[in-house]
């Protein structure tokens, strides 16, 4: 495993690698009620602190307002863009997206992926398919996310 840096081009990407990206983010309050009210999601987890202490989630321990899932996909495939997106020409697919665990505010978010496919584009000289597995954890090393993302990607010397 590995901390990716600049300049990542199809060529740096071998189905295997493992990275660990170097920044992660703790939650809060404008990345949940912000947000989440911006693409009209109104499900009381994410604002009914008193609805949550009461139903079957809060009986387990989860009486708190939960993260909208959109946020926390967003996050970790935003914390992994800097290292898999830098030369990066086109999003092909997001698929296989799985929230493994609840996030809440004031947790913070760190990104791993793993190479699990690299070919050349087909009629593409320039460029590269490179398909990532993005997790994502929690600071209990919890998975809270994994899903995978193919990407068009420059070659080095194109």
């Given at each position: 495993?590995?901390?990716?840096?600049?300049?990542?081009?199809?060529?740096?990407?071998?189905p295997?690698?493992?990275?660990?990206?170097?920044r992660?983010?703790?939650m809060?309050?404008?990345?949940?009620v912000?947000?989440?009210l911006?693409?009209?999601?109104?499900?009381?987890?994410?604002f009914n602190?008193?609805?949550?202490?009461?139903?079957?989630?809060g009986r387990?321990g989860?009486?708190?307002?939960?993260?909208?899932?959109?946020?926390t996909?967003s996050?970790?495939?935003?914390l992994?863009?800097q290292?898999?997106?830098e030369?990066?020409?086109?999003e092909?697919?997001?698929?296989?997206?799985?929230?493994k665990?609840?996030?809440?505010?004031?947790?913070?978010?760190?990104?791993?992926?793993?190479?699990?496919?690299?070919?050349s584009?087909p009629?593409?000289?320039d460029?590269?398919?490179v398909t990532?597995?993005?997790?994502?954890?929690?600071?209990?090393?919890?998975?809270v996310?994994?899903?995978?993302?193919?990407?068009l990607?420059?070659k080095?010397?194109s």
């Amino acid at each position: 495993m590995s901390l990716t840096g600049e300049n990542n081009y199809f060529e740096d990407f071998t189905p295997g690698n493992l990275f660990r990206h170097a920044r992660g983010k703790t939650m809060c309050e404008q990345d949940n009620v912000g947000i989440t009210l911006q693409v009209l999601n109104t499900a009381e987890g994410h604002f009914n602190e008193d609805a949550m202490a009461k139903n079957a989630m809060g009986r387990n321990g989860w009486n708190q307002r939960l993260q909208f899932g959109g946020v926390t996909i967003s996050m970790i495939v935003g914390l992994a863009m800097q290292d898999t997106g830098e030369n990066a020409i086109r999003e092909l697919k997001l698929d296989k997206i799985r929230l493994k665990s609840p996030v809440f505010h004031g947790d913070t978010l760190y990104a791993y992926s793993e190479v699990i496919d690299a070919q050349s584009a087909p009629e593409r000289d320039d460029a590269g398919i490179v398909t990532f597995r993005h997790y994502g954890v929690n600071q209990n090393d919890q998975v809270v996310f994994e899903g995978e993302r193919t990407v068009l990607i420059k070659k080095r010397n194109s």
